[in-house]
């Protein structure tokens, strides 16, 4: 319970807990304490990367853009060649027949209208039950397609950070909370669905959909401001959609899942990630038991599985045994 | 435990605590950059320009269509399932709107060829209410002779060729040509000795022929709408015959869309609706 409760401050915003030493299980001591004895130098560091990027390219992240991209494509062959398959919108949807409706966006329509039509709980419902399953955020990185364009934008955002010619302004992750109660709150105030108005998932996936809009230099906007200010900002400060979908995933059975046994620490996996501070764990010291499921905030997009260069880090699906790398 | 970390310990120092002031400053700005935004989206719905013609069933009052825009959770499956593609999703100008459904009835009007209501019923929010199923029921505006002088019938006049020329690609359903399929308005030649197209085309008018004929829509008689939506008729002015809008009307805009003069001498408002209660 304890850990769903570290899971569920982290998700929210706070600093992730350092562990209480009594609480370290013994066998973790000790592999920390060895450890120590065998210092890592950089160049063998260089050398365990070097090897391991000679194995694999991506898997995860090839995956995962493999399955997005055939989600999105298939709402657009729905509508635009017939298919029929998966009408409507990533906001709500028909899949052969079964209601989907975005969480988010039925609880913005739900607040503001201050009804809940029967064929969007329904929607919601088999959402929900779908994404409690799949691990919550993974809707976010293997689903949401400003996801995607905002990975390629991170890359060239990276590129600028490191020959200086941009900064990377953070802010409180608590703002992401603050905005999902905001956000809330304006729908039932307003009596309108002001987040769906700014939401590039929804405006992203009108215009693949029904064809380009304005409103998608909104999008290019948002792109911008995390190219040159700040990494990420709309998915790790602002979206309440991520914010919905980390709530859903409290308790799912599907976790990126950290063994420290081999792990050297060197901070790889925290570099990639969206949201590092689910992988403050694999920080020294942190640890406190040998193995680790990351937290709701996780997205499971898997960054973190690919670039580890010890294998300390896997998908893990409760029920079915892990499948590590 | 759960004490947010900007409250500053006894153990802070003085350049951390300006560390974390920054970073406040800097979250309070975003914070404000993004609710500013999305306050913006409300300035077209409270200076009314974001009011459009919507489908058949949306929620709203004549002249207030936040009930319509709160429920909306704009997937755009009416889009898809209409069989003329006469729904259209508003942009970013629209504010709030963005996304919302709505109808260019001069450019293709709903002209009801899918009978069941089709947008109606892929709706999955109600913001298309399901309480209506034939198209009479529906109240989407009520058509206005907005240009008489221009009205061809009124001028006595007749109509020969494609109502709105060869280039124009809206679609209608003539059930004599095709009782499924709609064709293009632009392969459609009329040749009429007094032009009647806006009571010829009116989806209302010609369910009122087919039921008049014992032959309703799918063989519903529920589908026959109970009153008259437009009809040529004499005027006071001792003019010729023009088109009277009649309580019937549901607004589709199907009168405005085959209108042959430019611009149409009809037209649909959108902010009044017939006072019958469709009941």
């Known amino acids: 319970m304890s850990t769903v409760l570290e899971s569920l401050r982290v998700l929210l915003g706070l600093k992730p807990s350092r562990p209480n030493s009594d609480r370290v299980a013994p066998e973790v001591k000790t592999a920390y304490a060895e450890k120590r004895k065998e210092r890592l130098t950089k160049a063998r560091l260089l050398a365990v990367r070097h090897e391991h990027r000679k194995g694999c390219c991506n898997a995860w992240q090839r995956r995962r853009w493999i399955t997005l991209i055939l989600v999105n494509l298939l709402f657009v062959a729905s509508y635009r060649f017939d298919v029929q398959i998966l009408e409507g919108a990533l906001t709500a949807s028909h899949f052969v027949g079964f209601h989907l409706a975005e969480l988010n966006a039925t609880l913005q329509v739900a607040l503001a209208s201050r009804h809940l039509a029967f064929n969007l709980l329904l929607g919601a419902t088999t959402v929900l039950v779908l994404w409690a399953l799949l691990g919550g955020r993974t809707f976010c990185s293997w689903v949401c397609p400003y996801h995607l364009v905002a990975e390629w934008a991170e890359y060239l955002h990276l590129w600028l950070v490191k020959r200086r010619w941009a900064r990377n302004i953070t802010f409180h992750r608590g703002v992401r909370t603050l905005f999902y109660l905001l956000f809330a709150l304006l729908a039932l105030v307003s009596g309108y669905t002001l987040f769906e108005t700014l939401s590039p998932t929804g405006i992203l996936s009108r215009a693949l959909i029904y064809g380009p809009s304005l409103a998608l230099l909104w999008v290019a906007a948002l792109l911008l401001f995390e190219v040159f200010v700040s990494r990420r900002a709309w998915c790790r400060y602002v979206c309440p959609i991520g914010m919905t979908y980390g709530l859903v995933g409290l308790l799912s059975p599907v976790r990126v899942q950290y063994n420290m046994r081999n792990c050297h620490h060197e901070g790889d996996c925290r570099a990639v990630c969206l949201v590092p501070h689910v992988l403050d764990v694999t920080i020294r010291g942190r640890a406190q038991t040998m193995e680790t499921a990351i937290g709701a905030d996780c997205t499971r997009c898997g960054l973190c599985v690919d670039v580890c260069p010890t294998g300390s880090l896997g998908f893990k699906v409760t029920g079915l045994g892990g499948t590590p790398q | ?279």
């Open chain 2, 1 to 279: 435990m759960w004490k947010i970390r900007w409250a500053a310990g006894p153990a802070t120092t003085a350049v951390r605590r300006a560390q974390n002031r920054r970073e406040f400053l800097r979250t309070a700005a975003l914070t404000g950059g993004v609710l500013g935004a999305s306050l913006l989206g409300l300035i077209p719905v409270l200076g009314g320009t974001s009011a459009r013609h919507r489908p058949p069933g949306a929620i709203k009052d004549p002249l207030d269509e936040q009930q319509f825009l709160a429920a909306c959770i704009k997937c755009g499956q009416c889009v898809q399932i209409c069989p003329v593609q006469a729904i259209r999703l508003a942009d970013l100008l629209d504010g709030v709107g963005v996304g919302a459904p709505y109808i260019e009835a001069r450019t293709q009007a709903c002209d009801f060829s899918c009978d069941g209501l089709q947008c109606v019923l892929a709706c999955p929010s109600g913001a298309l209410t399901h309480a209506i199923d034939y198209p009479a029921q529906a109240r989407m505006g009520l058509a206005r002779l907005s240009r008489p002088e221009a009205c061809l019938a009124r001028q006595g006049k007749g109509f020969k060729g494609l109502a709105r020329g060869p280039a124009y690609t809206g679609k209608l359903r003539y059930a004599e040509v095709d009782r499924w399929t709609p064709i293009p308005v632009a392969e459609h030649p009329y040749d009429l000795e007094l032009c009647d197209l806006c009571v010829r085309q009116c989806p209302i008018e010609i369910r009122r022929v087919q039921c008049a004929a014992g032959t309703p829509p799918s063989g519903d008689p529920n589908q026959c709408p109970p009153r008259p939506a437009i009809a040529l008729e004499p005027g006071t002015d001792g003019q010729g015959l023009h088109p009277v809008v009649k309580d019937g009307c549901v607004g589709c805009g199907v009168c405005e869309m085959i209108c042959p003069v430019t611009p149409a001498a009809i037209v649909v408002d959108i902010d009044r609706v017939s006072k019958v209660a469709w009941r």
